[in-house]
T-cell receptor, first 115, second 111 residues
Framework: DVKVTQSSRYLVKRTGEKVFLECVQD?????MFWYRQDPGLGLRLIYF???????EKGDIPEGYSVSREKKERFSLILESASTNQTSMYLC??????????????FGPGTRLTVT | RKEVEQDPGPFNVPEGATVAFNCTYS??????FFWYRQDCRKEPKLLMS???SGNEDGRFTAQLNRASQYISLLIRDSKLSDSATYLC????????????FGKGTKLSVKP
């Protein structure tokens, strides 16, 4: 079974704090993704990575950065947290098992509240 | 813009009913499609993958119509435990792993 873990289930931070969200997968997947999910807006892609030290912007990268120093770990960083970054953050990973197969597997999510 | 559109619902059905969700996608280059299930305040979980015209797994059947660019999910003999939000997902296209997620259809199965 694919296992994707996230460092915290719930997090409360103050405006202006630097926030680190960590994600680890144990399936040797090449691809890792960070999303945020808000009511009425669905899942929105923040950043993704196809390999170690590689990163690509998603649809809403502003205010975020990422780090992928090891294949199994993908970190999301909020440089200076703001209240509009209060959200559910979901990490996912995928690997190319067969040609053209792209199932993503999600971690349990981190519910971040910025006060 | 590449999008996946779903009826948000909610679909309220009695136990034992058959319910169908439809979903349309805009990117004709998409080759792979998925249905995910998401329970309240939990992460999405893969329900079914669709790589050809369709897929069936027990009470769940997914069908793909490439000409009309829509995917459907049929749930037969609904159970109370089927209550969840169902996300329709399309592969972005090309060799990268990006997926495009619909906003989900909420299903509530009542006794």
């Amino acid at each position: 079974d694919v296992k994707v873990t996230q460092s915290s289930r719930y997090l409360v931070k103050r405006t202006g704090e630097k926030v680190f969200l960590e994600c680890v997968q144990d399936m040797d997947h090449e691809n890792m993704f960070w999303y945020r999910q808000d009511p009425g807006l669905g899942l929105r892609l923040i950043y993704f990575s196809y390999d170690v030290k590689m990163k690509e912007k998603g649809d809403i990268p502003e205010g975020y950065s990422v780090s992928r120093e090891k294949k199994e770990r993908f970190s999301l960083i909020l440089e200076s947290a703001s209240t509009n970054q209060t959200s559910m953050y979901l990490c996912a990973s995928s690997g190319l098992r067969d040609r053209g197969r792209y199932e993503q597997y999600f971690g349990p999510g981190t519910r971040l509240t910025v006060t | 813009r590449k999008e996946v559109e779903q009826d948000p619902g909610p679909f309220n059905v009695p136990e034992g009913a058959t319910v169908a969700f439809n979903c349309t996608y805009s990117n004709s280059a998409s080759q792979s499609f998925f249905w995910y299930r998401q329970d309240c305040r939990k992460e999405p979980k893969l329900l079914m993958s669709v790589y050809s015209s369709g897929n069936e797994d027990g009470r769940f059947t997914a069908q793909l119509n490439r000409a009309s660019q829509y995917i459907s999910l049929l749930i037969r003999d609904s159970k109370l435990s089927d209550s969840a939000t169902y996300l329709c997902v399309a592969h972005y296209g090309g060799s990268q792993g990006n997926l495009i997620f619909g906003k989900g259809t909420k299903l509530s199965v009542k006794p």
